[in-house]
C-alpha cells in the first residue's frame, strides 16, 4: 500500500509511518513540518509518487497507483519510440499523474505545499582503479553468488574482479546453441557452466497478453528471462556485469592524439564519407561531435563531410522505423524531440558518471539480476577517470573500454568478445524473424493495432519480411513492433 503524506494545521501526518524509501535507492527525511523523498544515485528499484492537493503519494510497487478501470494507451509517438528503443522520459509511467523518481531529483512536502526541485548528487573523490573498486563491491556480498558470464568484456571484468576480492563464483555462460563449438574466453581459476536455453522461444510475442502495465519490449524482457533461468539452474543470486559498457565508454576526440597527433594520423580512415586531406580537417571534424550519417539517403547528403559547415542536426530516427505513414513520422518527430529535450535537461543536472547510469538503466533495464556496477564506490572510481583514460589510440586503432580491457589482460585472459551490448539480441531476433516469417506475415495482413491507430502502413512491413534481404537490418525494431502490436490488440 502506497504511504499518503500531508501536512495538517502545520504539522506532516502519514498513513504509513513504517514505509521507507532507503531499500528503494532513496532517502528520505521526516520532520514535525515537513517531509522529503530524495534520489541520488539511480537503482533497479523504482519509487513512483503522485503529488495531490496538499499531499504527497508515493510507493515502490506502480500497481498501487493503478486505478480500477483500464489505463489509457499511450502517446501514440511514444508507442514509435518504443519500437525504436529509445529510453523513456527519465520521470516517467503509464499512469497518469504518476511520476518515477529520478536520480537527482528532491521532493519535498511542508505547509506551502509540494515541490519537485533537481539538485546535484556528490560523487565521492577517489584514486581507486575500477577494478579495485569492484572488488571490494562483491568482497561485500552478503553470501555466495554467481556471475553471468556471456564471454564479453564487461562479465570478464567482473570475473576477474570477484578474482581479486579471492572469490572463485561459478560463471553461468546461456549456451544458445547457434555456433556449435563455439565457447566464452575462459578465465583462468574459474569453473564455467554452459546452460543449454531456447533464446528463439524467448522472443515469442504470443505470451503477451496486453494486461501488462507497460508495454514489454525484447530489450528489458528477454535478458530478465534469460536471467531468472540462469539463477534457477544455479540456485544461487546473479550478478551481471550490465551497464559497465556504457559507463566506461569513450570517443576518439577523448583520446589524446599524440605529439603533433602523431598517434591520430595512424588511424584510418580518418572519415565516414568523403576524404580529409588533412590532420587538422580531421581534428576539426571530431571536434563536432557528429558526422552525417552514411545510412541516410544519398540525396540528403553531399559528396562529402563538408569540414567548414556547422555540423548537421541530430536526426530524431524517423527514417529508421520502416513503414510510417505521415501520421505515424509526425507523431514519433514529435515524441522523440520531446523526450531528448527532457533528457537533456535532466543529464546536464548530473554528474556524468551518474548520467551515464540513469541514461543506460532506462534504456536496457536490469536485466534482473543484481549490477554492481550501480554501487557508489564504482561509480566513483569510474567518475574519477579523465575521459583519456577510458579511450586510447593504440596500433592504429582506437580502443575504448580502456579499465576493463587493462584489468583483464592483466589476468592473461583472451578471446574475449568484443561485440557491441546486445549484439545478440539483435542477431536472434533476426533468426526469429526468419524462421516465423509466414507467421507474423499472416498475423499483420489479418490486422495490426499499430495500422488501426494509423501510424504504420502493414503491407512495408509484410514486404520487407518477404524479402528478407534488409530483414538483418531492421530486425530488432521489427521484432518491437510486433510486440507492441501484441500488446495493443490485448488491451482491445
Known amino acids: 500500500m502506497r504511504d499518503v503524506v500531508a501536512c495538517v494545521n502545520g504539522r506532516v501526518r502519514r498513513s504509513r509511518p513504517a514505509l521507507a524509501a532507503e531499500p528503494l535507492g532513496a532517502n528520505s527525511r521526516q520532520t514535525d513540518e515537513a517531509f522529503e523523498l530524495?534520489?541520488?544515485?539511480?537503482?533497479?528499484?523504482?519509487?513512483?509518487?503522485r503529488v495531490g492537493p496538499g499531499q504527497l503519494e508515493w510507493s515502490g510497487d506502480l500497481a498501487d497507483f493503478r486505478p480500477d478501470e483500464q489505463l489509457p494507451p499511450p502517446d501514440p509517438g511514444a508507442l514509435l519510440a518504443m519500437a525504436l528503443g529509445a529510453a523513456p522520459a527519465p520521470d516517467s509511467t503509464p499512469v497518469p499523474g504518476v511520476h518515477r523518481l529520478a536520480a537527482?531529483?528532491?521532493?519535498?512536502?511542508d505547509r506551502?505545499?509540494?515541490?519537485?526541485?533537481?539538485?546535484?548528487?556528490?560523487?565521492?573523490?577517489?584514486r581507486r582503479a575500477p577494478v579495485r573498486a569492484?572488488?571490494?563491491?562483491?568482497?561485500?556480498?552478503?553470501?555466495?553468488?554467481?556471475?553471468?558470464?556471456?564471454?564479453?568484456l564487461s562479465s570478464a571484468f567482473l570475473a576477474v574482479s570477484a578474482l581479486r576480492a579471492g572469490h572463485r563464483p561459478p560463471l553461468v555462460h546461456a549456451d544458445f546453441g547457434t555456433r556449435p563449438g563455439a565457447a566464452p574466453a575462459l578465465i583462468p581459476g574459474l569453473r564455467c557452466e554452459r546452460v543449454p536455453l531456447d533464446l528463439l522461444g524467448l522472443l515469442d510475442h504470443h505470451r503477451i497478453t496486453g494486461e501488462e502495465a507497460v508495454p514489454p519490449l525484447p530489450d528489458t524482457e528477454v535478458p530478465r528471462l534469460l536471467a531468472e533461468h540462469l539463477a534457477a539452474h544455479i540456485g544461487l543470486p546473479l550478478m551481471s556485469g550490465g551497464l559497465l559498457d556504457p559507463l566506461t565508454s569513450a570517443?576518439?576526440?577523448?583520446?589524446?592524439?599524440?605529439?603533433?597527433?602523431?598517434?591520430?594520423?595512424?588511424?584510418?580512415?580518418?572519415?565516414?564519407?568523403?576524404?580529409?586531406?588533412?590532420l587538422s580537417q580531421a581534428r576539426a571534424l571530431f571536434d563536432k561531435g557528429v558526422v552525417h550519417d552514411p545510412d541516410r539517403a544519398s540525396v540528403d547528403l553531399p559528396e562529402s563531410q563538408p569540414v567548414s559547415a556547422p555540423p548537421p542536426p541530430s536526426p530524431t530516427g524517423a527514417d529508421r522505423v520502416p513503414g510510417l505513414t505521415d501520421r505515424g513520422r509526425e507523431a514519433f518527430d514529435a515524441a522523440r524531440r520531446g523526450s531528448l529535450a527532457v533528457w537533456r535537461e535532466h543529464l546536464a543536472s548530473l554528474p556524468s558518471?551518474?548520467?551515464?547510469?540513469?541514461?543506460?538503466?532506462?534504456?536496457?533495464?536490469?536485466?534482473?539480476?543484481?549490477?554492481?556496477?550501480?554501487?557508489?564506490?564504482?561509480?566513483?572510481?569510474?567518475?574519477?577517470?579523465?575521459?583519456?583514460?577510458?579511450?586510447?589510440?593504440?596500433?592504429?586503432?582506437?580502443?575504448?573500454?580502456?579499465p576493463l580491457r587493462t584489468a583483464v589482460a592483466a589476468h592473461r585472459v583472451t578471446g574475449v568478445r568484443k561485440s557491441t551490448p546486445r549484439h545478440w539480441?539483435?542477431?536472434?531476433?533476426?533468426?526469429?524473424?526468419?524462421?516465423?516469417?509466414?507467421?507474423?506475415?499472416?498475423?499483420?495482413?489479418?490486422?495490426?493495432?499499430?495500422?488501426?491507430?494509423?501510424?504504420?502502413?502493414?503491407?512495408?512491413?509484410v514486404g520487407i519480411l518477404r524479402d528478407g534481404r534488409d530483414l538483418s537490418a531492421q530486425a530488432l525494431v521489427l521484432l518491437r513492433m510486433v510486440w507492441l502490436d501484441r500488446w495493443l490488440r490485448g488491451r482491445s
Not at 40 to 47: H, I, K, N, T, V
Not at 146 to 151: P, T
Request: with cysteine; hydrophobic share 40%; glycine share 12%.
Open 38 to 49: 530524495r534520489r541520488d544515485l539511480p537503482g533497479p528499484l523504482p519509487l513512483y509518487y
Open 104 to 109: 537527482g531529483v528532491t521532493v519535498r512536502l
Open 112 to 126: 506551502f505545499g509540494v515541490r519537485v526541485s533537481r539538485h546535484r548528487p556528490e560523487t565521492a573523490t577517489t
Open 134 to 152: 569492484m572488488s571490494e563491491v562483491l568482497a561485500s556480498a552478503p553470501g555466495p553468488y554467481a556471475i553471468a558470464y556471456s564471454g564479453g
Open 251 to 278: 570517443r576518439l576526440p577523448d583520446a589524446r592524439p599524440g605529439y603533433r597527433g602523431w598517434r591520430l594520423l595512424t588511424c584510418e580512415p580518418f572519415h565516414v564519407s568523403g576524404v580529409l586531406g588533412s
Open 353 to 402: 558518471v551518474i548520467g551515464r547510469a540513469d541514461a543506460a538503466l532506462a534504456e536496457h533495464g536490469h536485466g534482473g539480476a543484481q549490477l554492481p556496477a550501480l554501487d557508489p564506490r564504482v561509480l566513483a572510481s569510474v567518475g574519477a577517470l579523465p575521459p583519456h583514460r577510458l579511450g586510447r589510440i593504440r596500433g592504429g586503432r582506437f580502443q575504448s573500454h580502456v
Open 425 to 461: 539480441l539483435r542477431l536472434a531476433a533476426a533468426a526469429h524473424l526468419h524462421r516465423e516469417r509466414p507467421k507474423v506475415i499472416a498475423e499483420l495482413e489479418r490486422g495490426s493495432a499499430l495500422a488501426d491507430l494509423g501510424l504504420i502502413d502493414p503491407a512495408v512491413l
